[in-house]
């Protein structure tokens, strides 16, 4: 599995970016049974922003507070890819921003998967 990654730059306050991530997948059988990305701010944990979460209720969608209202994840199921539609970034986004999948394979079982950094920098 391999998760590549897009979309970061250098904007200014307010402005708006669009993170891509697709999954490329090896397997007769599989299952994303989540989806999405947490970011990294230098000195800080890694945190969740927005994930897909699906299981045998449904699907659900969460986000972490601090973007809620300005930050909309989509995913596209045939691709198996995510994207993040940041609006309204602010200075407190600039982060370094990691494409994740928990993903089940058969004969393998559920496994995590992250993509490299993509940079997200926002000036004032």
């Known amino acids: 599995v391999q998760l590549q990654a897009s979309g970061g730059g250098v904007v200014r306050a307010g402005g708006s970016l669009r993170l891509s991530c697709v999954a490329s997948i090896s397997g007769n059988f599989f299952f994303v049974t989540s989806m999405g990305w947490y970011r990294q701010a230098p000195g800080d944990q890694r945190e969740l922003v927005a994930v897909?979460?699906?299981?045998?209720?449904?699907?659900?969608?969460t986000y972490a507070d601090a973007v809620k209202d300005r930050f909309i994840i989509s995913r596209d199921r045939v691709k198996h890819a995510a994207y993040l539609q940041m609006n309204n970034l602010e200075v407190g986004d600039t982060a370094e921003y990691y494409c994740?999948?928990?993903?089940?394979?058969?004969?393998?079982?559920?496994?995590?998967?992250w993509g490299q950094g993509t940079q997200v920098t926002v000036s004032s």
């Open positions: 897909y979460f699906t299981n045998e209720s449904g699907e659900r969608i």
């Open positions: 994740y999948a928990n993903i089940w394979i058969q004969g393998t079982g559920p496994e995590e998967y």
